[in-house]
């Protein structure tokens, strides 16, 4: 029954695809007919003066295709006539244009037409009486195919072509999905180069982030220890001073600098231990990922619901990370918030560790807010990983990360 389910919604899918696919193919339709006559027109000389024009709304059906099939896009068109004709991805989205206001208007058209037409035919018996002898010629796809239907067996049998159709759609729909989208893929996508040098440009924005990420976390751990450990080694340094000149003439003092000495050098201690369990929680080590992750679920201020489902374990690092990410994140929630209760689930899918944070606030949350959320996307990018936060005003907030975390 599942599958079945599964198939149906394949169906689905691949019939809002395809209409989303006939969407484009009627502008690359429009703009082949423009290209058409922008040619003609350049035979007199005329037309020369709108090519740049008539490749500039090129680039932008492509691109709206692009974004369809969410591929990179390639860039402004050359300002050039000449250098704009002979760029590959200009020649490539010529191709394009072609092969999608044909092909792939006429596969649109079916997929729009094959379901009409189920839903019609299928209904026919229901509503065949209704219309007047002279209407009463049903159709498929769109074309007249049955003489005036007069019984209910003629009824029965355009009820069968709907059945038909329907049937074509499950079995085929997506095969048609794949050939309605194949020249996008294919033609729209940036060359190899273009896609490396991108990836260039990724790295190395990753990297300047890597970077301002580990001074940051220096410049975090410098604060620590000079306004907090040191202030209370300073201060256990001058009460032992004070000891050593009243243990003779006033032991009662001496005692009292003691117990505040005690003091002192216990609270630089526990600072200490906040300090180096900021840097790599040993709860990690101990407990493995859910079992750090469910104590701080238990010392949130909120109720929080924890749900791990991570097999095994992924690398020092990236526990780090996602374990400091939920931290953050439920501080926020915590202090910023308003909520009620919240959920945090991490899941490992392949080589990505995820992350999910929701909490039914008051929503409204921004990075430049200074709440921490854009030390949490430099340390996940850092990682070559992603980070979204979707939180309007009035909530709920949604954070979802994604780590990558080996195979």
């Known amino acids: 029954m599942t599958r079945v ?4 919604w394949a ?20 703009v082949l007919v423009w290209i058409g006559v922008v040619v003609l027109l350049s035979c007199v000389g005329v037309g020369i003066l709108l090519v740049p024009s008539a490749l500039r709304v090129l680039r932008a059906v492509a691109n709206r295709e692009r974004a369809r099939l969410d591929v990179l896009d390639p860039g402004p068109v050359p300002r050039e006539a000449r250098a704009a004709v002979r760029d590959v991805v200009v020649r490539r989205e010529l191709a394009w244009l072609l092969l999608h206001a044909t092909a792939g208007f006429a596969v649109g058209f079916t997929g729009i037409a094959m379901p009409l037409t189920m839903v019609q035919n299928t209904t026919y018996p229901f509503w065949y009486r209704l219309l007047p002898p002279v209407d009463n010629t049903p159709s498929f796809i769109f074309w007249d195919i049955f003489c005036d239907v007069t019984d209910l067996t003629g009824a029965l049998v355009v009820a069968l072509t709907g059945v038909l159709c329907g049937a074509f759609i499950v079995a085929l729909g997506p095969a048609l999905v794949r050939v309605q989208e194949w020249p996008g893929l294919h033609l729209l996508a940036p060359p190899a180069g273009t896609d490396l040098s991108l990836r260039v440009v990724e ?17 975090r751990i410098e604060r620590s220890l000079h306004d907090g450990t040191q202030n209370r080694l300073v201060a256990v340094n001058v009460l032992l001073g004070a000891v050593r000149r009243a243990v003779d003439r006033d032991p009662a003092a001496a005692r009292a600098a003691l117990d505040l000495a005690q003091d002192a050098s216990e609270q630089a201690l526990s600072e ?9 929680p040993p709860v990690l080590a101990d407990r493995g990922l859910a079992g750090a992750l469910a104590g701080l679920a ?43 209760s919240a959920v945090v689930a991490v899941a490992r899918e392949g080589d990505r560790l995820l992350l999910r944070i929701d909490d039914d606030g008051r929503g409204g949350a ?27 005003p009035g909530g709920p907030t949604t954070m979802q990360v994604e780590l990558p975390c080996g195979s």
């Open 203 to 219: 790295l190395t924005a990753t990297r300047a982030a890597a970077l301002d990420a580990h001074a940051a976390e220096l410049r």
């Open 272 to 280: 200490l231990r906040a300090v180096a369990r900021s840097i790599l």
């Open 298 to 340: 238990g010392s949130c201020g909120v109720p929080c619901e924890m749900v791990v489902d991570v097999p095994g374990r992924c690398a020092a690092s990236v526990e780090a990370t996602a374990y400091f990410v939920v931290a953050e994140a439920l501080s926020n929630v915590t202090k910023h918030s308003g909520a009620a």
């Open 11 to 30: 169906s689905l899918d691949a019939a809002a695809r395809l209409v989303g696919g006939l969407g484009t193919a009627l502008l690359a339709t429009v």
């Open 5 to 8: 389910w599964q198939r149906l």
């Open 366 to 392: 921004d990075e430049s807010g200074g709440s921490g959320l854009s030390g949490i996307r430099r340390r996940i990018e850092a990682f070559d990983g992603r980070f979204t936060l979707d939180s309007p």
